[in-house]
């Protein structure tokens, strides 16, 4: 009579390998499989990478319930975010979760349709339900009340928000890249800079647009009337054909570079040359901005430097509580210039 093998199950499907199989193979101990499996750095390279190869050669997979039981960690993270079409949430988005995969973490994120505090407390409650180990909230837009709070049991740090500093932030230095793209206008010999801004909920709108206020009055020069759009390439067209028809306008500094796009065709259809007659600067630096027509000069987010800040203060937060301190860390933008700017036309 043909013998079943001792490892099948009853419906005759092989147990998953365990980390004694995984020990065996890789001819260590249980114990460095587990020094392994946990992430733990007192393991030779060498001896690391034997482990790795014989996990995959058994297609072994760690007990993340076991283990969370054992270390009182998930290793996950937990995200709060708005809109995940725009170009700055996105982006910061996928940073952190490069940040957390590189560190080991898996990421859960829960989108807010409301721009409530009561909508981030349900999306907090979702994602401590799932057993992570902190949180972090890209608070792009302003909520319904001032100062933001939230009740989690779980470490927090803010992105992009939270301007009374109730929770450890990480951002870009907003107001140092407006101030760099209008002084760079100003230095062109430009007699003034029309700023076109983001939504006024945005506090990254708003920090931009006091950084270019403050600026121009710094400079003692005129402060053009502000105008605001809402992140895309449609407000920034139906804004700049109001801006081409005053021939007065020769330097924008816009928000960001889908209202740079928009303004740019604005400017093109009315026969205002750039940067002949107007120069235009941007923020963010998209992959595409170097390829529009002119290449776009403007301000360059770190994002991956954000995410992998963002994440190092959540994980310090988990081990030592308060370790992060009240002190926001700002991420330095850059000015890019490119072919978009250029001193005035003579008057």
Not at 33 to 51: G, H, I, K, L, Q
Not at 213 to 240: N, Q, S
């Amino acid at each position: 009579m043909e013998q079943r093998p001792a490892a099948a199950g009853a419906r005759g499907r092989s147990r998953p390998p365990s980390q004694t199989d995984v020990a065996a193979l890789a001819g260590v101990s249980s114990q460095t499989v587990s020094r392994v499996a946990n992430n733990r750095s007192n393991v030779e390279p060498a001896t690391r990478d034997r482990v790795l190869s014989a996990m995959r050669v058994l297609g072994y997979q760690r007990n993340s319930a076991a283990r969370a039981l054992t270390l009182g960690r998930f290793h996950a993270l937990g995200v709060v975010t708005f809109d995940v079409t725009a170009q700055g949430n996105a982006r910061t988005l996928g940073a952190i979760s490069r940040a957390a995969q590189r560190a080991g973490h898996s990421l859960n994120v829960v989108c807010v349709e409301d721009h409530t505090e009561f909508a981030v407390q349900q999306a907090v409650r979702r994602l401590t339900d799932q057993a992570v180990d902190g949180l972090v909230v890209i608070e792009a837009q302003i909520l319904d009340r001032p100062g933001f709070s939230v009740t989690s049991g779980v470490p927090v740090v803010v992105v992009d928000g939270d301007p009374e500093r109730r929770f450890p932030s990480v951002d870009t230095d907003q107001a140092a890249g407006a101030a760099m793209a209008t002084r760079h206008l100003l230095d062109l010999g430009h007699r003034t800079v029309w700023h076109l801004g983001g939504p006024q909920d945005s506090y990254a709108a708003r920090r931009r647009a006091a950084a270019w206020h403050a600026e121009l009055k710094a400079a003692g020069v005129r402060v053009p009337p502000l105008e605001y759009g809402d992140w895309t390439a449609g407000a920034g067209y139906r804004i700049g054909r109001e801006l081409a028809g005053r021939p007065e306008v020769t330097a924008v500094f816009a928000a960001n570079d889908h209202l740079a796009l928009g303004l740019l065709r604005a400017l093109h259809e009315a026969g205002r040359r750039v940067p002949q007659d107007v120069s235009v600067v941007g923020f963010d630096d998209l992959p595409e901005a170097a390829y529009y027509l002119p290449p776009l000069t403007t301000v360059r987010q770190d994002f991956e430097e954000v995410g992998r800040q963002c994440v190092a203060r959540l994980l310090d937060l988990m081990d030592v509580p308060g370790a992060a301190g009240d002190v926001p860390v700002a991420v330095t933008p850059e000015l890019v210039v490119r072919a978009s700017t250029a001193p005035p036309p003579a008057m």
